[in-house]
Each structure stands twice: as C-alpha cells, then as structure tokens.
C-alpha cells in the first residue's frame, strides 16, 4: 500500500499563506493524491485532489512534484476556521483512502 | 441536497456482542467507503460497495461485514466484538469508485466496547 507521510503539527498566523507538506513515495502510477481536513468530532471534509498537474480549487491549491512522490497544500490566506488536521491520502481503484497521520494545523489571531 | 447521514450517533456494546451501523450516501452517490478511526489516528479503509457489491477491502478481519441496499445505503456489521473495535465509524460516499471521485464523509458513530 501507498504511504503518506506528514509532520504531526504546523502552526500558521491569520491572513498568512500555509504550505504543508506531504510524502507519498511509493504511489502507483494511476494513484490520485487527495487532501481532506478533520474538525474535532467531525467527519473528514474534502479539499482537494489531483494525479499529476498542480490544482486550485475555492479552497486551496495543490502542487504535485514532477516525479509524484510528494505534493504540497497551500492554504493561500490562512483563517481560524481553517485550523483542523489536514489529511494527506493516496486513492486507488476499489475507493481505497490511504490516510497518514495527519498533520495539525494551528492558526494564531 | 442531502448529505451522507450516519445512526445512531454514539453506541456503547460489551465485548461478544454484534453492531450494525447504518448509513445513507447523499443523493446520486452508488458508492459507499467504510472507515475505522481509532483516537488520535488516521482513518484505515474497511470496505467499499458499489451498486451493491463489494468493491474492495482493507484489512479487517471477516467478522466485519456490510451491506449496500438497492437505494445505495448502507450497512456495516460487527460481530464478536473487542475491545480494540472502540472507534469512530466513518462513512463515505462517493459517485462512483473510481480513483478521480471525492468522498463526502459523514460526522460518524462513535463505538464504544466495554
């Protein structure tokens, strides 16, 4: 299985962008990358995904390196809401998420 | 539009006993992912249904079973339950299984196991 691998905690200021960062080196070649974040007591929210062109969408952008093998979220202007655990996962045929970790996002006022 | 719903919210069961959990894709969706999220982890991959099938299965020994009715809901069955089953119980879907789908998520039931 493809393996995702994120720093447990970023801390960010309001208003400010975000860059997170996430390893998934043995990704398969028809693997789509995709980014959910989690509230407490909340299920997963989708933010966004790609297989190998950068993406934006309302909510973020994601920048996917030339070989795949890791990508980065960028939150462009970070705000309170947006403070949540943010998933890095690998998506394979048979709906197969593969979530890490997760990284810790803290926005300070 | 309606999104994915989950019942019952909380459930507390002791050890040996069997769970069903439900839940209901939101409207178009055919197919359904299962997770388990223990506290303090990423959620792990169960099962998807798609159209009532079996579609692909994590790592979860055969007393975790499921269900996809005709209306695409769905079912996820525990039997003999441990104590190491207390998690979240997510529930996505998803409007196809293809790889390129988001899933929606909904908010999930927390199992507890005395």
């Known amino acids: 299985d493809a393996k995702t691998t994120q720093p447990n905690s970023m801390e960010s200021n309001e208003e400010e962008p975000v860059h997170l960062p996430c390893n998934h080196s043995t990704i398969s070649g028809t693997d789509y990358i995709h980014w959910y974040r989690q509230l407490p007591s909340q299920g997963p929210e989708y933010v966004i995904h790609?297989?190998?062109s950068n993406v934006n969408n309302r909510m973020a952008s994601l920048a996917i390196a030339e070989d795949r093998k890791s990508s980065t979220l960028i939150l462009h202007r970070a705000t309170l809401r947006d403070a949540a655990v943010y998933y890095c996962?690998?998506?394979?045929?048979?709906?197969?998420?593969?979530f890490g970790q997760g990284t810790e996002l803290s926005v300070k006022p | 539009e309606t999104g994915v719903t989950q019942s019952p919210t909380h459930l507390i069961k002791t050890r040996g006993q069997q769970v069903t959990l439900r839940c209901s894709s939101q409207s178009g969706h055919n197919t359904v992912s299962w997770y388990q999220q223990a506290l303090g982890q990423g959620p792990q991959f169960i099962f998807q249904?798609?159209?009532?099938?079996?579609?692909g299965r994590g790592n979860f020994p055969p007393r975790f079973s499921g269900l996809q009715f005709p209306n695409y809901s769905s079912e996820l069955n525990v039997n003999a339950l441990e104590l190491d089953d207390s998690a979240l119980y997510l529930c996505a879907s998803s409007l196809t299984g293809d790889s390129y789908n988001e899933q929606f998520f909904g908010p999930g039931t927390r199992l507890t196991v005395l």
């Open positions: 790609g297989l190998t």
């Open positions: 249904y798609y159209r009532e099938e079996e579609n």
């Open positions: 996962t690998v998506l394979r045929q048979g709906g197969k998420l593969i």
